[in-house]
């Protein structure tokens, strides 16, 4: 075996579109998670208004 071969061949363009892709997921899974969070603080919150 000689160094270490790129493979498979041709790989740059797809590992950037894996890593764009892994990224794109986890941003969108943080927006949920900050919607699912302010839902819940409304939601508490106006119960607690609704409950006086």
Same mark, same amino acid.
């Given at each position: 075996?000689?160094? =270490?071969?790129?493979?498979?061949? +041709?790989?740059?363009? =797809?590992? /950037? /579109?894996? /890593?764009? +892709? $892994?990224?794109?997921?986890?941003?969108? $899974?943080?927006?949920?998670?900050?919607?699912?969070?302010? $839902? +819940?603080?409304?939601?508490?919150? +106006?119960? /607690?208004?609704?409950?006086?």
């Amino acid at each position: 075996m000689v160094g =270490n071969p790129k493979w498979p061949p +041709g790989d740059g363009e =797809n590992e /950037r /579109r894996i /890593r764009l +892709g $892994l990224l794109l997921c986890s941003f969108a $899974l943080f927006v949920l998670s900050v919607i699912q969070f302010a $839902l +819940g603080l409304f939601v508490s919150l +106006g119960y /607690r208004i609704l409950s006086h």
